[in-house]
């Protein structure tokens, strides 16, 4: 097993295995048939992170479960719950003419409002403005130091994105024309917002990518606090069958608790230099989440330091209070829903109708990681139960 | 959004890495973990290295099942037949890998 030459290909070949997936099938059934004996007629699993539900429905794994175990989306898409307040934000400053730069992932995110006829960064581009996709903080901070022209970063995403900023920062990579619409939001308070509002889940596959930095440690509240298993995982196949297969076996001996199964990349303690560095740079803020609302202390905001990085403070934006904040779903999305395990994708009546991959509706149809756009490409099954 | 590449680090320059993600791509990232160095396997997001690949957990998918097996098993042989299996299917892809990963084994 040991000294394999390339770790990639081994990762590829062993967790894509269908062989051993088979096994652990067979593994998952073995104990829903206990668990059912003993426990209840319907687990609910919620795979928080979107790249789970990618992987989930990429490779059918709803589709090898046993009827009473259901796999339930999550909030765990940082394009589908950034507020539309800062689609509107960048969309108003590319009109303006700031040179806006976001992540393909968020160029079609479309807003509540629309600003001049562009509901989303990608109208305002077709409309002859300078919006800019890039892969990476690196690569804007870059473009921006050779044209100097006033620009913005709509900085979305998770703990796992988010030490791209503070990197480059502390080393001295952003240009003085280059400020950051910072849209980072903490994944733990939502996990525990999901849990005590909507209902209860038997199991939560925990963010692998997210725990590299967080560390596992975490997720304890999950089983601590709320009596739910946790089990930290991968995103291959095997990784989310062995995650199911971890929870049952926890519901199963009566002990919930919290468990690495992406342990090949994810430790207790996390990343201590990404932490240290978030630490710097930024402090935690109550912050609001599309379609959900005012989440406490879930939010990344620049420290007053470095206030001169954030974009609403240099351009006079102000952003809306809790007191201000309003439902940011177009009428008839039920996103909201969506990202909280409560409904999914094909409820919806503008499913693949007025919202498609193409020309997208609502927040969860624009990310490849928003559970709306995987149903949409690649097909969903099952229904959500009620546990 | 969270999605992470996996690749392997070809050479790193204070702050920043050159990675390999294979089929002729490599990139300059951020370095985001302490002590990086060229030839470690490193998991990529949005251009930050995010963590370090490690080996020793393939292991997990081995004792995950071993587990299987001594609870699906009904008795001894027939677990000890199931774990055969396992670790026969884990072998042979460990060696196909070996035999494919020859073009990595640089410095």
């Known amino acids: ?387 | 959004m969270c999605l992470g590449v996996y690749g392997r680090v070809l050479g790193v320059t204070g702050e920043l890495a050159v990675v390999d993600f294979g089929g002729g791509l490599t990139k300059e990232v951020l370095v985001g973990v302490e002590d990086v160095k060229g030839g470690d396997y490193v998991v990529v997001h949005a251009g930050v290295i995010v963590s370090r690949l490690s080996e020793k957990d393939f292991a997990q998918v081995f004792s995950i099942l071993e587990e299987a097996a001594r609870r699906i098993g009904e008795n001894n042989q027939e677990a000890m037949k199931y774990l055969e299996r396992v670790r026969v299917r884990l072998k042979e892809k460990t060696e196909a890998t070996h035999l494919a990963g020859g073009d990595v084994d640089r410095p």
């Open chain 1, 1 to 387: 097993m040991a000294h394999a030459k390339d770790l990639r290909t081994l990762t590829k070949s062993v967790f894509r295995d269908g062989v051993l997936a088979g096994e652990i099938v067979k593994m998952i059934n073995d104990y829903w048939e206990q668990v059912k004996l003993k426990e209840t007629s319907v687990v609910k699993i919620m795979n928080f992170c979107g790249t789970h539900e990618y992987a989930s429905t990429h490779y059918g794994i709803r589709s090898v479960l046993p009827p009473g175990v259901e796999l339930v989306a999550g909030p765990g898409c940082p394009v589908c719950i950034t507020p539309s307040f800062y689609v509107e934000a960048a969309v108003k400053l590319a009109i303006e003419g700031v040179t806006v730069y976001t992540y393909g992932d968020s160029y079609k995110l479309p807003a509540v409002k629309a600003v001049d006829g562009c509901r989303s960064l990608s109208d305002a581009r077709m409309m002859g403005h300078d919006v800019r996709v890039v892969y990476s903080f690196l690569d804007a901070a870059r473009d921006a130091a050779t044209h100097k022209k006033p620009s913005v970063f709509l900085a979305v995403g998770f703990e796992t994105t988010c030490p791209a900023y503070a990197s480059a920062i502390s080393n001295n990579l952003v240009p003085p024309n280059l400020t950051l619409i910072m849209a980072g939001r903490l994944t733990p308070p939502a996990a525990k917002y999901s849990v005590e509002r909507v209902g209860k889940v038997s199991g939560v596959i925990a963010p692998g990518h997210v725990s590299t930095i967080t560390g596992a440690g975490v997720w304890r509240f999950l089983p601590e606090e709320y009596g739910v298993p946790a089990v930290v995982a991968g995103f291959e196949p095997l990784d989310v069958l062995i995650a199911i297969a971890l929870i049952l076996r926890q519901i199963l001996e009566g002990e919930p608790r919290l468990e690495i199964e992406y342990s090949r990349t994810v430790t207790w303690e996390g990343n201590r230099k990404a932490k240290a560095l978030l630490e710097r740079y930024f402090e935690v803020v109550d912050a609001a989440w599309r379609g959900i609302g005012f989440i406490e202390r879930s939010g990344l905001a620049f420290r007053e330091e470095y206030s001169d990085l954030d974009a609403f403070r240099v351009y006079g934006i102000r952003e809306p209070s809790r007191e201000e904040w309003r439902h940011d779903l177009l009428p008839g999305c039920i996103c909201g829903q969506v990202i909280l395990g409560s409904a999914k994708p094909s409820d919806c009546k503008m499913f693949m109708k007025a919202c498609t991959p193409g020309t997208p509706y609502g927040p969860c149809m624009v990310s490849t990681e928003g559970a709306c756009s995987i149903w949409a490409r690649m097909g969903g099954s099952g229904v959500v139960l009620e546990v």
